[in-house]
């Protein structure tokens, strides 16, 4: 039986009541979160902050919207905030009301789920091992013609890779070429070091039909918050704020995305070099171990287990053991074998490797 019931890594109600470990008491490896924890200052800002709790958050996220603009260097009416990165994954589909919506699997369920929800038909073309699980360029561009809408993930969820400069440029060219939107969900591009991001944010002022979606929560530690943004032509922009619900975003996430975007740079230095670190670390020991795994770049790495481990398998053992992994067995495009894991800091990391090897020398 699946632990990821409701579909996404982190449920360690789940995980507690299935294996009889206290939920504080987990070692959790199937939610990619910043090890780091949220920058410094924030926590005191939002306990600073409760009292104003009796108030109604800014239905125009104002603030927020005039720090990302500046941030960013996007007009303020580009922008919408939501509640997570999903949120406005589903404003999109609200606002934009496509009929046919293409994904390129393996990728986040929640692409397919939201569509579903708002009556789109989903048609899918696969990535390929030999090229790390992305989608032939031509592949995408054929998918982009026959539907109205089309999620990309920026590095791709559950396998960490990015698309090329030049092949982003030709979905949003063709995007152009057939009226279809391209929706690029960018919720991991913070944990890659900004020379090594393949981003349209600079050219998307020229794309009417181009959609950025960025998590604030994965990067800044707050997905109990929930924060996200889309950055998107005005009128577009103007589209997918018009179904929102008023108030959808709480007044204390809104002070975090401002407080996080003032943080600091020393911290997110800090993660980046962290996360590169323990990323190769992990990637060393995961092949001694005899597993397989791709040159993701985010914080989180797509692993196959050797023969005869399972995915189901490997989460029970390790889940007894207070660890917890996200199993990618029902990812179309994957095998009941692969697994994702996030990467943490290093007593975390060799805690998991350690259980591992215990596990599969057992």
């Known amino acids: 039986m699946e632990l990821e019931v ?42 600073e902050a409760l009292p104003g709790i009796v108030r109604y958050p800014d239905p125009g996220h104002r603030g927020l919207v005039k720090q990302l603009s500046m941030h960013l260097q996007v007009e ?42 708002f009556g789109a038909r989903v048609q899918s073309v696969f990535g390929t091992e030999a090229r790390a699980f992305k989608a032939a360029p031509e592949e995408v561009e054929e998918l982009i013609q026959k539907t109205d809408l089309v999620f990309i993930g920026q590095p791709n969820n559950p396998n960490g890779v990015q698309y090329s400069l030049d092949e982003l440029r030709r979905f949003a060219a063709a995007g152009e070429q057939y009226g279809t939107y391209i929706v690029i969900d960018e ?19 020229n794309n009417s039909h181009l959609i950025l979606i960025r998590s604030m929560t994965k990067f800044f530690a707050i997905p109990g918050l929930r924060l996200g943004y889309a950055i998107a032509h005005p009128d577009t922009a103007r589209r997918m704020r018009d179904k929102q619900v008023t108030w959808s975003v709480n007044s204390l996430a809104l002070l975090a995305g401002e407080v996080c975007l003032r943080a600091d740079a020393s911290h997110e230095q800090a993660t980046l070099e962290l996360v590169k670190r323990q990323r190769d670390l992990m990637h060393s020991e995961l092949t001694r171990l005899g597993c397989q795994t791709w040159p993701g770049e985010a914080n989180f790495l797509l692993v196959r287990l050797p023969e005869p481990w399972t995915a189901e398998s490997m989460q029970t053992a390790l ?26 800091d290093e007593p975390a990391c060799s805690k998991l490797l350690r259980e591992l090897e215990a596990i599969m020398r057992g």
């Open 6 to 47: 409701y579909g996404h890594g982190g449920d360690l109600l789940t995980a507690s009541a299935r294996y009889g470990v206290a939920a504080g008491e987990w070692t959790d490896f199937s939610a990619n979160i910043n090890p780091l924890g949220p920058p410094p200052g924030l926590l005191e800002a939002l306990r």
């Open 187 to 205: 919720a991991f591009i913070d944990f890659i070091p900004e020379p090594e991001r393949q981003t349209l944010l600079p050219e998307l002022r």
């Open 319 to 344: 889940g007894r053991r207070g660890v917890l992994v996200r199993s990618c067995a029902m990812y179309p495009g994957l095998t009941n074998r692969d697994i994702r894991l996030a990467v943490k």
């Open 76 to 117: 303020e009416d580009m922008l919408v905030i939501g509640n997570g990165a999903a949120e406005n994954m589903a404003l999109a589909l609200l606002g934009l009301t496509p009929q046919k919506v293409g994904v390129v699997e393996p990728c986040f369920s929640e692409y397919r789920t939201l569509s579903e929800q």
